[in-house]
Nanobody, 123 residues
Framework: QVQPVESGGGLVQAGGSLRLSCVVSGGNFSSSGMGWFRQAPGKERELVAAISVSSVYTKYPDSVKGRFTIARDDAKNMVYLQMNSLKPEDTAIYHC????????????????WGQGTQVTVSS
């Protein structure tokens, strides 16, 4: 069973930075695309970053482009999300997920989810 576990969330002031980490057990990590999603209260879950196998491709929505960076370490079965210049609207629960394909930017290709880590950005 593939199981992602996130860490690194917390409370930060606007303009600050956080680095989220996700370790994945089970499955074949190096053959799987990875993604970070977030869900704020009352809103749908949305992709904030995706990375392909071998880190060839990455994808960010306009809302985080230039501020967030996704990276993976296949030797450690880990994926990271560096978040800079945080804004109050970035407040959400952030989830790491494993794709069924080598690269995926659509939620429907992700089917292994962690519990999430809370990120709160104060103004």
């Amino acid at each position: 069973q593939v199981q992602p576990v996130e860490s690194g969330g917390g409370l930060v002031q606007a303009g600050g930075s956080l680095r989220l980490s996700c370790v994945v057990s089970g499955g074949n990590f190096s053959s799987s695309g990875m993604g970070w999603f977030r869900q704020a209260p009352g809103k749908e879950r949305e992709l904030v970053a995706a990375i392909s196998v071998s880190s060839v491709y990455t994808k960010y929505p306009d809302s985080v482009k230039g501020r967030f960076t996704i990276a993976r370490d296949d030797a450690k079965n880990m994926v990271y999300l560096q978040m800079n210049s945080l804004k109050p609207e970035d407040t959400a629960i952030y989830h790491c997920s494993v794709a069924r394909t080598p690269y995926a930017i659509s939620l429907r290709y992700y089917n292994s989810w962690g519990q999430g880590t809370q990120v709160t950005v104060s103004s």
